[in-house]
């Protein structure tokens, strides 16, 4: 599948950046390769269609836990973790507002 110059222009409109010509033409290039693997990926068979070669999820699962226990440990005192901090109050950081 080939990406087409304007359809390069129309994402870089989007996400409001500015691409110059030269780039254009990269961009071209490169998306068209990334769209053509992504069209190759599409192509290659899982073996889903055959239910004796691969087997969903909810058949292969072995229901084990793999995350450990939770346990309570010492920590930080609220005073230690803010006494770097350039600007704070007396409970929390203070953080310019970012519109």
């Known amino acids: 599948m080939k ?5 390069v222009e ?18 071209v290039r490169d998306m068209s390769e990334m ?9 290659v068979s899982t073996g889903a ?3 004796d070669d691969v087997c969903s999820d909810d058949v292969c699962s072995d229901d084990v836990c793999v995350l450990r226990d939770d346990k309570v ?20 950081f203070i953080v310019p507002k970012i519109m």
Do not use: W
């Open 10 to 27: 129309y994402i870089a409109n989007l996400a409001r950046i500015k691409v110059s010509d030269a780039d254009i033409e990269l961009l």
């Open 3 to 7: 990406i087409s110059k304007a359809e």
């Open 73 to 92: 440990v010492p920590s930080y005192s609220r005073e230690q973790i803010l006494k770097n901090a350039p600007c704070r109050d007396d409970n929390s």
């Open 35 to 43: 769209l053509e693997m992504a069209g190759k990926l599409n192509e």
């Open 49 to 51: 269609d055959k239910s």
